[in-house]
């Protein structure tokens, strides 16, 4: 059996910001739907699924992973592909094949159709690139060959961490070990870079994951992994605000990875050691959350695999609202379809009631307090230590 080499995850960074403002927040329900997709290496079958995309048919493809042998060597011909399944959650085929040719992947990651061309664009970690299909799977174009940063020191991801588009078509690409976001057209022409610079303050990022433009605002909403945050920028990429801090409880996060927005701005992360969805309005209020950590028999969490192993927890427990981390994320037509990376599976969230409720008086006096800004605490970067660090806790089971 096959196993997988590269993960994303890596080292939790400390740095944070905590906003509160006057805007009214939106009560949103979260409800189980389906499962689509089951662990294994077979065809239909997953491990680790990274990135999500819904087509205009509702058909649902699902970015599989990169394969290798036990020996460590690369095995193309397990994942690499882009796998296709009917709106009912049957298997119909896959887009791509494992290589270094066109239209061929050494893992692919994050995938997204342009709104306004309607092709598909998915990242291809190992080639360093980003891989161009048409709506019915036609290999068109790579780009940013060469582009994305390689990887750092303490970290087990790297390469295009996320893309999404503005509304005249234009593709955004979170390059994950770059602290960056790259813009280009939608032939892949580069014409811009936001970002560029690690660090806790305000535009500055520690690991660039999911990336989504919100089609009220155009404003861009960012999963900053490590800094367990999630950054705000306006279209050109200014800072705006920052929610999210280290930690378990309501609003907070462990290493943000996808994130969603709807037509109302509510924002939808991805929260993945903590193995669950939360939702935020578009000011950083919390609203909701979803989901909790795998069981064993016992009652006890379920860790996630060593890197010596088949990419699944052990035992699995596919119980319906459980994850072994949650990864990445799509958001179409009420529901969220949100990877379950060591399961093997994406599990299908309706999403409900969207309707205004009061806001809570101690945020409205933080507001009033602050005249409407963010209130801001940022610790400086040699003052940081990590949180958890999954490399050790790897390694403490291999």
């Known amino acids: 059996m096959g196993l997988v080499k590269n993960l994303s995850i890596g080292i939790l960074g400390t740095g944070f910001m905590v906003l509160a403002t006057v805007a009214q927040a939106k009560a949103v329900t979260l409800t189980y739907d389906r499962s689509i997709g089951s662990p294994g290496f077979g065809p239909g079958e997953l491990f680790v699924p990274q990135g999500i995309a819904v087509d205009s048919q509702g058909n649902t493809l699902i970015a599989n992973g990169r394969g290798v042998n036990p020996d460590g060597t690369p095995n193309y011909n397990l994942g690499n592909k882009i796998e296709k399944f009917s709106p009912t959650g049957e298997y119909i085929g896959a887009i791509g094949s494992g290589g270094t040719g066109p239209g061929q992947f050494d893992e692919p990651t994050t995938v997204d159709f342009n709104p306004v061309t309607g092709d598909l664009y998915a990242g291809d970690v190992y080639n360093n690139r980003i891989n161009q299909f048409d709506s019915q799977g036609n290999f068109i174009r790579s780009f940013a060959n060469g582009e994305f940063t390689p990887l750092v020191e303490g970290r087990l991801f790297f390469g295009p961490s996320g893309v999404t588009f503005d509304k005249t ?55 900053d992994q490590y800094n367990n945050r999630v950054q705000v920028l306006d279209p050109n990429g200014n800072p705006l605000l920052a929610f999210g801090s280290a930690g378990s409880g309501p609003g907070q996060l462990l290493q943000p990875i996808g994130i969603e927005v709807d037509d109302q701005e509510n924002v939808y992360v991805a929260d993945s050691i903590n193995s669950r969805l939360q939702v935020f309005d578009k000011n950083g209020n919390f609203l909701t959350s979803f989901g909790e950590n795998a069981r064993d028999a016992s009652g006890n969490p379920v860790p996630p695999p060593a890197l010596t192993g088949p990419p699944f927890g052990n035992p699995l427990d596919l119980t319906p609202g459980r994850f072994n981390w949650t990864g990445g994320t799509s958001y179409k037509d009420g529901k969220l379809y949100v990877g379950d990376f060591f399961q093997g599976r994406v599990q299908v969230i309706n999403v409900e009631d969207r309707k205004q409720v009061p806001e809570s008086s101690s945020a409205l006096g933080l507001a009033l307090l602050g005249l409407g800004a963010a209130t801001v605490t940022l610790r400086k970067r040699g003052q940081q230590k990590p949180v958890f660090s999954l490399d050790k806790e790897l390694q403490k089971q291999c």
């Open 169 to 223: 078509g234009n593709v955004y690409v979170g390059d994950f070990n770059g602290e960056r976001i790259l813009k280009f057209t939608s032939d892949g022409q580069q014409i811009g870079v936001i970002g560029g610079t690690v660090g806790t303050a305000p535009g500055q990022f520690q690991g660039v994951a999911g990336v989504r433009i919100s089609p009220v605002s155009g404003n861009i909403f960012v999963a």
